[in-house]
C-alpha cells in the first residue's frame, strides 16, 4: 500500500510540476523527423510542427529523468549524431538579437559565446565566452549558416558525465530535410512562436521519445493525449 502510494505521489510530482510541456515524438529510434506538441495546464497549444532530429536518429540521454531502456536500445554519446530521448529542462533561449522581451533568460549569441564539446575540458557540455586557452573542440554560437539564429539550450547531460553528449539544442533547420549532428531543428517561423510561448517560471520541459516510449509518458504526462 505504501509503495503504490508512493508511486502516485510521484508521477503526480511530475505531472503538475510543469506548466509548460514540449512534446516531440518520432516512429522509432531511426528516425530523422519527429512532430512537436506544446503543452501548458492540460491543453494543447501548438502544434502538430514538424522537426528534424539528428542524422543517426535517436538514443537514451542524461536528463532529469529516463524511460526504460531496453537492453539493445541505443544510448546517446558524444559524437554519434543522435537526439536524446527523455525528460528533459528548457534552459534558456539564444539567439542574434541583442535585445528581447521574450519571457525566458537569453543568452545574446556573439562571436565570444561558444559551446564546448571537448570531453577532455573542465567547461565540457558549457556555453562560455571564449577563454585564452580555448579547448580542442567547441561550437560558434554565432554561426553563419543562421541556425543559431533562435535557439533554446536543452538540458541534457547537466552533470558533464563523460563522453554522454553536449550542446543539445532546438534551433533553426537548415532545411526542410536536414537531419542534425543531434539536436532538434524547425523552421525560424515555428521556433518563433515557441520561444514567445515559453515562459521560465513555468519550468517548461521537452519530453523528447519514439513511440515505444509513448505508454511510460503518458502515464507521467496524460495531457499528452490530446495530440492524438
Known amino acids: 500500500m505504501v509503495k503504490s502510494f508512493l508511486i502516485i505521489l510521484i508521477c503526480q510530482i511530475f505531472i503538475y510540476a510543469n506548466e509548460q510541456i ?15 506538441f506544446c503543452f501548458e495546464q492540460n491543453r494543447q497549444v501548438l502544434g502538430p510542427i514538424e522537426v528534424n532530429l539528428g542524422q543517426n536518429g535517436l538514443g537514451f540521454g542524461v536528463g532529469d529523468m529516463t524511460f ?57 557540455n558549457q556555453i562560455i565566452k571564449k577563454p585564452y586557452d580555448l579547448p580542442k573542440s567547441f561550437e560558434e554560437m554565432r554561426r553563419d549558416d543562421g541556425q543559431y539564429e533562435l535557439g533554446i539550450t536543452v538540458g541534457h547531460n547537466k552533470e558533464q558525465l563523460y563522453k554522454r553528449g553536449s550542446c543539445i539544442f532546438i534551433h533553426v533547420q ?46 507521467l504526462y496524460p495531457m499528452l493525449r490530446r495530440e492524438e
Do not use: R
Open 22 to 36: 514540449v512534446f516531440v515524438i518520432a516512429d522509432d529510434y531511426n528516425a530523422t523527423k519527429a512532430e512537436l
Open 174 to 219: 537548415i532545411g526542410d530535410n536536414a537531419p542534425t549532428a543531434g539536436c532538434t531543428s524547425m523552421k525560424l517561423e515555428d521556433l518563433q512562436k515557441i520561444a514567445s510561448w515559453l515562459n521560465g517560471s513555468k519550468k517548461p520541459i521537452l519530453v523528447q521519445i519514439t513511440k515505444a516510449q509513448k505508454e511510460e509518458a503518458l502515464k
Open 68 to 124: 526504460l531502456q531496453p537492453q539493445d536500445a541505443p544510448l546517446k554519446q558524444e559524437g554519434d549524431k543522435k537526439a536524446p530521448i527523455g525528460v528533459f529542462s528548457l534552459e534558456a533561449l539564444f539567439g542574434y538579437e541583442a535585445n528581447t522581451s521574450l519571457k525566458m533568460p537569453y543568452l545574446h549569441a556573439t562571436k565570444e559565446l561558444i559551446c564546448v564539446d571537448d570531453t577532455e575540458s573542465k567547461f565540457y
